[in-house]
């Protein structure tokens, strides 16, 4: 961070005080600045967790054979229980379904060339799974407080009504045919949610984030490094929050939607396949570039109904139809 602030002051001292007349072009570079500053951030986090990650699964041409450790149980949750989750290293993949049950199947996964070294480092990565009333907690660490270079893939089915909080650390992450809360924060890995009815919260700091066909009303996703694409039918009510600082964000959705847009991106480009009804734009927002570029854009779509709110610091923003 403070190669960060270094950079901030550096750019503040060299832009020189300007009379009212230019406030718009200093507000402009301002903002140049801040993304500047911000995409820098966000490539300084992605490297500290990729780093983590290849420490933890060592160098490939030294990791030798696979080895494997299964982990498996059921527990009752109840139709509306709720489920935790955290994992430093793997990959998740959760369903939705029927019954009152959580069925976990944990895979523990090491590369050794001495067995003997891989079968120990896969017992003493522990998997504690935590029953309370109406919920279930799961998190994987090694034991006795040392640093383990195994990977936890998990494969859990829950009832679809069944609430998730979930915090993965390294691996990607799948989400299919939920119907209640999902909170999710990624440090690194892609993301996908499809299908179902869940309202979502998801923060990603390095991987894509995808969300398809799903029935949602409230849709949240704060990304520091990656695309951000929601692509199925907008729901008359919803409001689809969907940001990113290094990256894109894309919404695809059907011809005939209605919906309010508000799309503001600092270096580049706004475009839609649907015809826009532009309203006036916030004071926040600045005005089209001198080469004609409008970048901040603020309009309704067909009868309006729900909320786009799409950002992006360094990325376009697209609206297509499917």
Not at 15 to 44: F, K, M, N, Y
Not at 73 to 89: A, D, I, M, P, Q
Not at 147 to 164: D, F, K, Q, R
């Amino acid at each position: 961070m403070k190669t960060i602030t270094g950079i901030l002051i550096s750019y503040a001292l060299a832009v020189p005080a300007a009379p009212a007349a230019a406030q718009g072009d200093l507000e402009h570079q301002v903002q140049r600045i801040v993304s500047s500053a911000l995409t820098l951030a966000a490539d300084a986090l992605d490297d500290a967790v990729a780093a983590r990650a290849a420490r933890q699964r060592g160098p490939r041409e030294d990791r030798g054979p696979e080895h494997t450790e299964k982990f498996e149980k059921t527990v009752r949750l109840g139709r509306n229980g709720r489920l935790e989750l955290t994992n430093f290293s793997g990959d998740v993949e959760i369903a939705g379904g029927s019954g009152d049950d959580a069925k976990i199947t944990a895979t523990k996964v090491t590369h050794s060339n001495n067995e003997q070294t891989a079968r120990a480092a896969l017992s003493a990565m522990a998997i504690e799974v935590t029953e309370r009333p109406g919920g279930v907690a799961i998190v994987a660490q090694p034991t006795r407080g040392r640093t383990n270079s195994v990977e936890v893939n998990y494969v859990i089915s829950v009832p679809s009504g069944t609430s998730l909080d979930l915090k993965t650390y390294s691996g990607d992450v799948t989400i299919r045919n939920m119907t209640a809360d999902v909170h999710l924060k990624s440090y690194s890995g892609d993301v996908v949610v499809r299908d179902g009815k869940p309202a979502l919260d998801l923060e990603s700091i390095s991987g894509d984030v995808s969300i398809e066909q799903i029935e949602s009303d409230r849709v949240k996703v704060n990304s520091i490094s990656g695309d951000v694409i929601l692509r199925g039918k907008l729901s008359k009510t919803g409001r689809y929050d969907l940001s990113t600082n290094s990256g894109d964000v894309q919404v695809i959705t059907d011809g005939g939607a209605s919906f309010e847009l508000e799309a503001r991106t600092f270096s580049g480009d706004v475009s839609s396949d649907f015809p826009l009804k532009l309203g006036a734009l916030p004071s926040s927002f600045s005005p089209p570039s001198k080469g004609g570029r409008r970048n901040d854009i603020r309009g309704t779509v067909n009868d309006g109904g729900a909320l786009l709110s799409l950002h992006s610091f360094s990325g376009d923003i697209l609206i297509s139809k499917r």
